[in-house]
């Protein structure tokens, strides 16, 4: 199955559900065609979407809209918080090339602050799943929320078996380790699994955290991990404020704790524009030198368990 | 529009302009721009729009969106002189225990959406239309923007994407009170000629005198104006409607008088000389 498959099934079984795009079609080429009256393309207008869509929320749809990742979230941001986020309306925001998926496209098209400026919107959910399995698998719920949510789209396919129970506000916990854990989310979760495994031939313990569901965050998968391991590693394809790495520091803050956390994100930078796996490579967030990193960092200090 | 039905419209609206005048105090609120679109309100919600204390959650309502939400005093003292707001309510304004406060809040029924920031309206109210058209339902769709609140992008978005979906069950009304904020709109970002550009747009377009209840009967009850187009409104009037001492000046936008000068207003509004205004001239917010 694929997103449009779901998505046409899923607007089919329940009237209340409209599709909408900024013109982009990348996801959804085959609705005009199958929903009629209930595609909707306001060509390229993502604040004039936004607003749309919460008018059609007014009427009791759920509009499911269509736009890339960075122009949804930043040129239409005021929308979002004032016409869904205030009223808390069930828009559901699929976002289209976030973070390093943007690969060629060059720093307007990257949105690598998108995760922080949706979460600072009260009621908003955030995900960003691993790849298209683990997608499909959590978009069901995340659809049939009350909530506004926002996901980072990702497509990508990996021979990766996912947990197929999906929960909001609940991370995948794929392993648990006593040296490092790390916490991730979307894209670079696939080469997390690389990290793990060139860093378990290294005789390390290594944990491994799906953190799907960023709002709500899964305060107790961060805990869990500070408290087995001795270094914790946030991996994301984000600037280094507002996202992950924030979100683990507030909760330690939140429960009087710490511990020896190295972030790999984007610092005050925009990324490389390039073919992904030249991104990867130039950017360091392959999952060779991000193991690489990491095993520096070991070296670097003695860390005991916080 | 019999005689006896206008002046009865004339009669609520100074009405509405006295809830108007006594918000202005104590805090104060945006005067000048709910005075020119007094009439307006008065006459949509008397005369022309089917919503009334029982229906105003059913989707068959007919549905207004305030779009230039700082004129809410125009709207919430329409709700109050035709029954869809208890009066007393409006003694609740600025006050914590309520929601009744410088913009609109949808915990007023009434309200369809809140606003405040410009421009957003257009296309909440196009969301719906769309909604009714799939649904085949007949409900009228307004929204009233503000003049200088057609600097905002956002709204013309609105109106290129309403035509190219050919909503016709969607009307602009826009308030043309000559005044944004500070100047005059047409010293600042100039709008005429304005039918034009909304006709080029693809809307199809009527001007009339937004204080003449006879132009505004005939101009509501010929929507929709077209069979593939969406509608526009164009309301001539005067900022500060009513009150010759504020009437069409650029500083008397947002007013916060003094107990006597709104004893002086009200007197005013019903004749009487003008009153010497000494409290702040201008107050941006």
Redesign the interface.
């Known amino acids: 199955m694929s997103y449009e498959e779901l998505l046409r099934d899923t607007a089919l079984a329940d009237e209340r559900f409209v599709v909408m795009t900024a013109e982009n079609r990348a996801l959804v080429r085959n609705m005009p065609a199958t929903l009629k ?2 595609f ?1 393309d ?2 390229i ?1 993502e ?15 759920i ?1 499911v809209v269509h736009a890339l990742a960075s122009f949804l979230t930043m040129r239409a941001f ?2 979002i918080r ?2 869904l986020g ?2 808390n309306l069930p828009v559901k925001l699929s976002s289209w090339i976030p973070g390093f998926l943007s690969d060629g496209n060059g720093p307007t098209h990257q949105a690598i602050e998108d995760i922080s400026i949706m979460r600072g919107i009260p009621g908003m959910q955030v995900f960003a799943p691993a790849d298209e399995q683990d997608l499909l698998g959590a978009l069901p719920k995340i659809w049939s929320s009350p909530n506004p949510a926002y996901v980072r789209i990702n497509i990508r396919k990996t021979d990766f078996k996912h947990n197929p129970v999906f929960e909001i506000g609940k991370a995948e916990v794929v392993a648990t380790g006593t040296d490092v854990t790390l916490l991730v989310y979307g894209m670079l979760f696939e080469e997390t699994l690389k990290t793990k495994t060139i860093l378990e031939k290294e005789g390390l313990s290594v944990g491994l955290v799906n953190m799907r569901s960023l709002k709500p965050l899964d305060e107790k998968a961060i805990l869990d991990a500070a408290k087995n391991s001795r270094l914790l590693v946030t991996i994301e394809d984000h600037f280094l404020t507002g996202g992950l790495y924030t979100m683990v520091a507030e909760t330690f803050l939140r429960h009087h704790t710490t511990a020896h956390v190295l972030p790999i994100a984007l610092h005050e930078k925009w990324f490389k524009p390039a073919l992904l796996q030249e991104v990867l490579k130039f950017e360091g967030f392959t999952g060779e030198k991000i193991a690489h990193n990491i095993i520096t960092e070991l070296e670097k200090k003695t860390l005991t368990k916080a | 529009m019999k005689e006896e039905k206008r002046k009865q419209l004339e009669q609520t609206a100074l009405k509405v302009r006295e809830h108007i005048i006594n918000l202005s105090t104590d805090g104060g609120c945006f005067t000048g721009a709910s005075l020119s679109c007094a009439d307006l309100l008065v006459y949509l919600y008397s005369d022309f729009l089917n919503v009334h204390k029982g229906n105003l959650t059913s ?1 068959e309502r007919d549905y207004l969106f305030l779009s230039k939400g700082h004129d809410v005093p125009a709207l919430y003292g329409t709700f109050a002189e035709l029954g869809l707001m208890d009066k007393d309510r409006l003694k609740n304004h600025l006050q914590t225990n309520d929601s009744v406060y410088w913009h609109p809040n ?1 915990n007023v029924p009434g309200v ?3 606003s405040g ?1 410009l421009g ?15 649904r085949k339902q007949n409900n009228k769709v307004i929204v009233v923007t503000g003049d200088g609140e057609l600097n905002e992008g ?1 709204v013309w ?2 109106v ?2 309403a035509c ?2 050919k909503l016709n069950n969607l009307t602009f009304v826009i308030d043309r009170n000559q005044f944004q904020a500070n100047v005059a709109t047409e010293d600042l970002i100039p709008l005429e000629p304005l039918a034009d550009k909304f006709e080029a747009f693809g809307c199809k377009v009527k001007r009339i005198n937004g204080h003449d209840f006879l132009q505004l009967e005939e101009a509501f009850r010929a929507l929709p104006l077209s069979a593939d187009k969406p509608s526009v409104i164009i309301a001539d009037t005067i900022r500060g409607k009513g009150l010759p001492s504020i009437e069409a000046r650029a500083d008397r936008w947002f007013c916060n008088f003094n107990k006597e000068e709104i004893k002086s207003l009200l007197k005013e509004l019903h004749g009487a000389e003008q009153t010497n205004i000494e409290s702040e001239t201008l107050i941006v917010r």
């Not at chain 1, 604040?47 to 007014?58: D, F, N, V, Y």
Request: overall charge negative; hydrophobic content about 45%; some cysteine.
């Open positions: 009256e209930r909707i306001t060509g207008t604040q004039t979407m936004i607003g749309a869509a919460a008018g059609l929320a007014l009427r009791g749809r509009p005021e929308f004032t016409d205030i009223p | 989707p949808r369809e959406f809140h920031s957003h309206l257009p296309s909440v109210a196009m969301g719906v239309a769309f909604d009714c058209r799939m956002s978005e609105a290129l994407v190219a979906h």
